[in-house]
């Protein structure tokens, strides 16, 4: 049972700084039901969550599974900040009442993934807006500006001569500094975190917490293009409030590989059953879009219900074949600026870019339903279903 807990832990992450210790705090859960705190922090500069932001979530979850409680710990301070971690330019700061806003949305659509029982709400303003002058001085003799400088995003800003507030240095210590005064026992993060979670151990260690947090690192999920993390800014995302018709539609859009990884970091099926799924689907015992459907369903469901999930996946495949559209096609990735005759012949549609000329002449050729007559037409950025004739399809993503 501790094996099958570990191993349900170590899915999917990044890199674990001290697993002895998690393994220890498990092993203890087992052995006479003591809990441990597990830390996660969240800035609520935006209103919503997208699938991206889950990935955290679900891992709480599975320690909350294993003997976790966790430490949902609100920014409230550090998000008027704003973290400066990979930013080419100090953030915006956001004020209380934005702020306050973003809070109650967060933990709601929070809480259809953790167990809220198992669950502390905590916000470091209740701590950090008294630590005071003398404080925030012992606090910052911690860290140098050599050490701080080292980071990559401040050290490329220093070189260009991009201003850096003052302020940002602070981010770091303030999130360690969280886990001094919650004395917490693990905390959680995405890769691009390790600096501000690294904090979080030497601090406890400062100010002399008599322990130091294990840290466990989630790698990035990637949005619906497969290259880029998941992000609202480039247009790649699943937001948890899209409507289910859009969250299903939109899982299903993703590559056939990319579904693993949506498996392995989203998906609350066990490893062993994802094992077995994929070498159903190898073995063509299971159609990819099979799989690839069961998972939207999960994923809808979860931030909806089960009755709205299926409803969403018989409105998506109504539309489909209202419109002739099969819901399962070759994907293929192309480079914006591609030559429509050179994509229909790499997706397989035509036999000869001479062949796609003379089909477009003839009218046989669509984008999106659109019938198009430009022989010329180089394609831009974007994602498009590519038909010739009646029964020839392919989903194409110009990048």
């Known amino acids: ?31 006479d039901g003591s809990t441990y705190t597990v830390k996660a922090g969240f800035d609520p500069t935006a209103p919503d969550l997208h699938l991206g932001h889950t990935v955290l979530l679900q891992k709480l979850a599975t320690f909350q599974k294993f003997g976790g409680r966790v430490q949902f710990l609100i920014g409230d301070f ?14 915006k700061v956001l004020t209380k009442e934005e702020i306050l ?3 109650v949305s967060y933990t709601e659509q929070a809480f259809k993934i953790l167990d809220a029982s198992k669950t502390e709400i905590v916000y470091n303003n209740d701590w ?12 910052a003799s911690n860290l140098t500006v ?21 302020s940002e240095f602070m981010y770091p210590l303030l999130q360690g500094y969280d886990s001094v005064h919650l004395k917490s026992d693990i905390e959680i993060g995405g890769t691009d975190q390790k600096f501000n979670l690294l904090m979080g151990r030497q601090l406890q260690k400062a100010y002399n917490v008599k322990k130091q947090q294990a840290v466990l690192m989630m790698p990035i999920l990637e949005g619906l293009d497969g290259v880029q993390k ?26 056939d ?22 070498e159903d689907v190898a073995s063509r015992t299971v159609h990819p879009k099979t799989a690839k459907e069961n998972l939207a369903l999960e994923i809808t469901t979860r931030f909806y219900n089960e009755e709205l999930a299926t409803l969403a996946k018989e409105e998506f495949n109504s539309v489909f074949k209202a419109k002739n559209i099969p819901t399962d096609m070759p994907e293929f990735v192309m480079e914006e600026g591609i ?49 010739v004739g009646k029964k020839r399809f392919a989903k194409v993503k110009v990048k």
């Open 146 to 166: 050599a050490r701080m400088l080292e980071r990559d995003d401040f050290s490329k800003r220093y070189a260009s001569n991009t201003p850096i507030a003052v």
């Open 1 to 31: 049972m501790i094996a099958t807990a570990l191993d349900e832990i170590g899915r999917g992450t990044a890199e674990i700084i001290d697993m002895e210790r998690i393994e220890k705090l498990v092993t203890k859960y087992y052995d």
């Open 101 to 103: 806003k973003n809070i």
């Open 339 to 387: 030559w429509i005759c050179q994509a229909l012949l790499d997706a397989g549609l035509e036999s000869s870019t001479s062949q796609a000329r003379r089909d477009i002449k003839q009218n046989a050729v669509s984008i999106d339903q659109k019938k198009i007559s430009d022989d010329k037409l180089n394609m831009v950025s974007g994602e498009y279903i590519l038909q």
């Open 78 to 91: 550090t998000a008027m900040i704003g973290d400066p971690t990979g930013k080419s330019a100090t953030r």
């Open 230 to 255: 998941m992000s609202k800014s480039l247009g790649n995302y699943i937001g948890v409030t899209e409507a289910p018709k859009d969250i299903f539609g939109k899982i299903l859009s993703i590559s």
């Open 257 to 278: 590989d990319l579904m693993w990884r949506y498996y392995e970091l989203l998906s609350e099926m066990s490893l062993s059953d994802i094992a077995q799924l994929k």
């Open 128 to 139: 950090l807006e008294h630590l005071g002058a003398d404080g925030m001085l012992q606090l």
